[in-house]
């Protein structure tokens, strides 16, 4: 699933380049370069995961100024939703009882969108118009959202959608450390709910990950 620096055209950042397509062909993009998706079964279980790609297709689709806003916003495209949307329900008529879990690198909240130590600006790491998602989520009973791009470990919640935003795993010098996470789901009746969640902080003198617990918000 790409995020916004696969989707960078230059050095500058300028918006939609089409090379993460190219060198993932099988894994993203071989049939439609906006949506993917898989099936995860477990005995008489399934659960799809469905992946987005809300990346800037244009510089111009980011705020004012966009030479600064370009580097780190998404948008939430209304076409790419209803992609979603028609994903999430083809793959509901096609495996009874399967539970359905989203996926996009841009959290769909504006909780943690700015980033003060680059000069206060607010919602330059923002999701535009990510309330079309929590919309759709809600309505299609959608409960919870795999997410990244803040570089921090924070779960957050919209509208009772449970957003869970994975930490940079190798990101040098990150401020907020580095992470992985271990989520077991459990899914009755097209039901999702989070049995068990492991957050794991590498712990640089041992030179490993560890587990520790994440921030919720």
Known sequence: MPGNHDRFRSDDGDAGCKTFDLSFTGLWGQFDPDINSAVL?????????VAADFCLRRNVDASHPTNVYKRGQGYAYEDIV?????KTLQLRSANEGIGIVWAM?????????GVPALLGLGGLLELRFFHRVVTAAVENDVSHILSGHLREAVMLQERGVHIYCAGSACGFGEASGNWMHLLEFRVQKGKVSVEKKVDYRWIEAKGDFFESQAESA
């Open 41 to 49: 079964r477990s005995g008489q279980s399934a659960l799809g995961i």
């Open 105 to 113: 690198h841009f959290p769909p909240s504006d909780k943690r969108s």
């Open 82 to 86: 209803e992609k979603l949307v028609k």
